[in-house]
């Protein structure tokens, strides 16, 4: 009985030296799964006003989807089978841009959502 009980005081003290490391795994591996896309540099558009022509994103454009919920574009899930880096919508109300890498992607995207009638 008391070498039952040294063995699970054994295990007690190890598994409490390996309990920050595995929370610091555990944390890690969440941020990971959830990256913020780097959207600086892409082409993006309007998608409620597809109309509107796609722009570049960095000075004043790049300042405002800071401030909307970003995330990361699903592969072959754009109407034009480009792939979308990332779709950034506004905490409030209905705006939402899809960013696509090149200009020549955003306006084939944009022209195919037109087309569609999206």
Do not use: H, W
């Not at 995207?109 to 037109?114: D, K, P």
Request: charged share 20%.
């Amino acid at each position: 009985m008391m070498e039952q009980s040294a063995t699970e005081s054994r295990y007690t003290m190890t598994m409490s030296k390996f309990a920050p490391l595995l929370f610091c795994v555990c944390l890690a591996s969440t941020a990971i799964a959830d990256p913020t896309p780097e959207i600086k540099g892409t082409y993006g558009f309007n998608v409620i006003k597809p109309k509107t022509k796609c722009q570049s994103v960095t000075g004043s454009l790049l300042k405002t989807l800071r401030k909307y919920s970003c995330t990361a574009g699903e592969a072959g899930s754009s109407a034009s089978g480009k792939a979308i880096v990332a779709e950034c919508s506004a905490k409030r109300g209905s705006t939402k841009y899809l960013l696509l890498a090149s200009k020549a992607d955003c306006e084939e995207e944009r022209q195919t959502q037109l087309a569609n009638g999206d």
